[in-house]
């Protein structure tokens, strides 16, 4: 039984991989989060009187405040998801993306190296890779040309990890994942926005022409392949994960109208993202071969899935959208 030192476990991926380390493994869980707009503790109220599961607020970027918390906690393993992990919030500001994905990545293995944590998976994103044409796929050698703000900063930690392994021999694995969807995203991104405000009768805002194109994959696929990566992988290796399943946005847009019984009238096209990247496809085929992972869910079944969830947890996402997000969304939308 390991001490995993879970960052970002509040926000929409780490809960769910808390709560599958929590009902999967007998692992004690430590998460470790600053509870900003995104993260929140009610996403994990079901398991969070289990004892194996300890909370603490902290700042990954504060090395003072890592220090305490590495020494009282000792963990053997850290899993590293706490970031800024919206595209657009990075076009308005990016500071804050610097300092938790860049500086926050860097103290997190500074303390790593000076506790001796036997593992540090570093959770990152395919949007690194930068965009695809028509055809083609990520492997894990494409070189990195990051476009957004966003992604400039997870490839600057990537390669802070990279050096961490090269520099100082450190034990770090790292996994890229194409987009997440399912329980608990927050809904500033497509799939929960799209469904909140279909549910809502609001308009359902397109970027462009909505023929951008991401592959999808559900969320407990993606924290399984984590989780293979963390027992299974080899340090200083990186593992792409993908779900197999590249739609345009336009096309994920009116799959959520259908399935919601919503019209098409909804639909309303407002101003491209600035530097939007037209593509993205993962080739999965090394955490297939040598991991023995692969994504268990359908675009078709996860979306449904994720649909019913919007629908039978409309509290959560009514509470998350109320309050400060108001401020972000009239920014975000005022001029399209
Ligand atoms: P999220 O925004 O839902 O959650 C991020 C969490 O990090 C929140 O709980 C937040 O409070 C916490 N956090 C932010 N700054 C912090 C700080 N300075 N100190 C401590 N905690 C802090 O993000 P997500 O979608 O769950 O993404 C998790 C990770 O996975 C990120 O590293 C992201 O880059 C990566 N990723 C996400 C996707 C996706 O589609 N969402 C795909 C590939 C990779
Ligand atoms: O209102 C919208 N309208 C719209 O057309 C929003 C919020 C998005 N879009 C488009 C932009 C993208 O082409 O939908 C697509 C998906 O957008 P996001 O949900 O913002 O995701 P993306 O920018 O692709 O990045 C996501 O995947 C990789 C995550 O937010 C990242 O954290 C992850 O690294």
Redesign the pocket.
């Known amino acids: 039984m390991s001490k995993i030192l879970v960052t970002g476990g509040a926000g929409f991926i780490g809960s769910n991989f808390v709560r599958m380390m929590l009902n999967g493994s007998s692992h004690s869980i430590i998460n470790l989060d600053a509870l900003t707009y995104a993260g929140n503790l009610e996403n994990l109220t079901d398991v969070s009187s289990n004892p194996r599961y300890t909370f603490v607020k902290g700042d990954i970027a504060d090395s003072g405040q890592m220090e305490e918390v590495f020494a009282a906690h000792r963990p053997d393993i850290v899993v590293h998801f706490a970031a800024e ?4 919030r990075s076009v308005i500001d990016a500071s804050a993306f610097v300092r938790t994905n860049v500086q926050g990545t860097q103290v997190l293995l500074d303390k790593s190296r000076q506790f001796k944590v036997g593992r540090f998976v570093h959770v990152s ?3 690194v890779y930068g965009s695809l044409g028509a055809w083609g796929f990520f492997t894990e050698d494409t070189p990195m040309q990051a476009n957004s703000p966003y992604s400039a900063s997870k490839a600057g930690s990537d390669l802070l990890v990279r050096a961490a392994v090269h520099t100082h021999g450190m034990d770090c694995v790292i996994t890229r994942c194409s ?1 997440n969807y399912g329980p608990y995203q927050f809904p ?3 799939i929960p ?1 799209m469904i909140a405000n279909a549910l809502e009768s609001k308009q359902l ?3 462009g022409d909505g023929k ?1 194109v ?1 592959d999808w994959i559900y969320v407990t696929d993606h924290c399984e392949g984590i989780r293979a990566a963390m027992e299974r992988g080899q340090a200083g290796e990186v593992y792409n994960f993908g779900g197999n399943a590249e739609r345009e ?1 336009i096309y994920v847009i009116k799959e959520i109208l259908r399935l919601l019984g919503k019209g098409e009238n909804l639909i309303h096209y407002v101003k491209d ?1 600035p530097g ?1 990247d037209r593509r993205y496809a993962m080739d999965s085929s090394k955490a297939r071969a040598t991991l023995g992972w692969e994504p268990r869910h359908t675009f078709e079944q996860g979306l449904r899935q994720t649909i019913d969830w919007y629908v039978q947890n409309r509290q959560w996402w009514e509470r998350v959208r109320s309050g400060a997000y108001q401020d972000y969304y009239k920014l975000q939308y005022a001029t399209r």
Not at 85 to 88: A, F, I, R
């Open positions: 992990s919206h595209v657009d994103t395919d949007e987009n500033e991104k497509l926005l805002p397109v970027y951008n991401r946005n993202r939007h």
